[in-house]
């Protein structure tokens, strides 16, 4: 739907794009996605310093704030992966 604003989030590195940093490369460049840890693709790729296979991404223009990497003992009882959250407010 155009005019609707999404967000993608999960575990989203698959064996054949193995590095969370190329996996960052090839999906900003094929989408209008930014990532809520940072990093930039507009001309040359640099993923954020912290990528990691978790990821949250927002439309470009997304301003995200808050971003936090919960690896708590109670979120380790429940997962293999760290919780990741973030406040977004999307563009409209």
């Known amino acids: 739907m155009q005019g609707t604003a999404c967000a993608c989030s999960g575990s989203l590195a ?3 794009v193995c590095q969370e940093s190329l996996f960052f490369c090839r999906y900003t460049a094929a989408t209008d996605m930014a990532a809520a840890n940072g990093g930039t693709n507009s001309g040359s790729c640099r993923p954020p310093a912290d990528a990691r296979i ?32 973030v406040q977004a407010q999307m563009p409209e």
């Not at 990497?69 to 979120?75: K, L, N, Y």
């Open 14 to 16: 698959s064996p054949q």
């Open 54 to 85: 978790d990821w949250i991404f927002g439309p470009t223009g997304t301003t995200f704030a808050s971003y936090t990497v919960d690896r708590s003992p109670p979120v380790q009882k429940i997962t293999d992966h760290p919780v990741v959250l």
